[in-house]
């Protein structure tokens, strides 16, 4: 049997005075690792080619990066928002609608629960800190692999499963988070200040899970 093949969202960076596209290396070293062939999708390709950039994979990675753009899900524009990216949020709304419309699994991390919660018709905080203060720092600056919090995970979850874990410490760097849930997802973990840290499909639905930490940071564990 073949290796699936794995979809990575990618960006778009200015670096060294180019325009440049790809991912953290992370997401890859992780899909490798777990025995999958990575397949960068650049949202340079645009929301009309997302159906044939899909075309022969087996799943789809929702990566972590921009806020997505408030106007998504109905709310204006927070000063305390950091700046969007259009092309962006449009290019993985059209490959999260592909990968539900032929029934792939999917993982979104990070940026990737927050797109989903939109797309399926859910809220996001623009700002934790200024709109949900708590005692927990979301951001706190740590090195990207630095376990921050607790996170509790619902017993017989997907996400419970798939760590062998109802409860875990996390690595921990965004701002924003699920508000109102989607109509469609499952909460199925949460951090000791009740910020929604997993959400995942029904459990007789097409394999989806999404988690607000970045567990590619460990994949040397």
Do not use: K
């Amino acid at each position: 049997m073949s290796a699936p093949r794995i979809g990575v969202s990618g960006v778009v960076r200015q670096w060294d005075g180019n325009e440049r596209t790809g991912v953290n290396a992370a997401y890859v070293r992780s899909v490798l690792a777990a025995g999958g062939v990575p397949v960068i999708l650049s949202p340079v390709l645009g929301p009309s080619f997302a159906a044939r950039a899909m075309d022969g994979l087996d799943g789809l990675l929702l990566t972590g990066g921009e806020d997505i753009h408030p106007a998504l899900y109905g709310a204006e524009l927070s000063p305390r928002c950091y700046p969007p990216s259009r092309e962006r949020d449009l290019f993985e709304l059209a490959l999260f609608a592909v990968a539900r419309q032929r029934e792939l699994p999917i993982l979104g991390i990070c940026r990737g629960i927050q797109l989903v919660n939109v797309a399926m018709g859910g809220t996001l905080y623009q700002d934790l800190p200024t709109e949900r203060p708590s005692d927990i720092a979301h951001d706190p600056g740590s090195a990207r692999d630095a376990r921050t919090h607790a996170v509790r995970l619902a017993a017989g979850s997907r996400a419970a499963q798939a760590l062998g874990a109802t409860e875990l410490r996390v690595n921990s760097f965004h701002h924003q988070a699920v508000d109102r849930l989607a109509p469609g997802l499952v909460a199925t973990g949460w951090s000791e200040d009740g910020v929604i840290e997993a959400a995942e499909g029904p459990a007789e639905a097409t394999w989806l899970l999404t988690v607000q930490w970045h567990p590619e940071e460990m994949h040397a564990e």
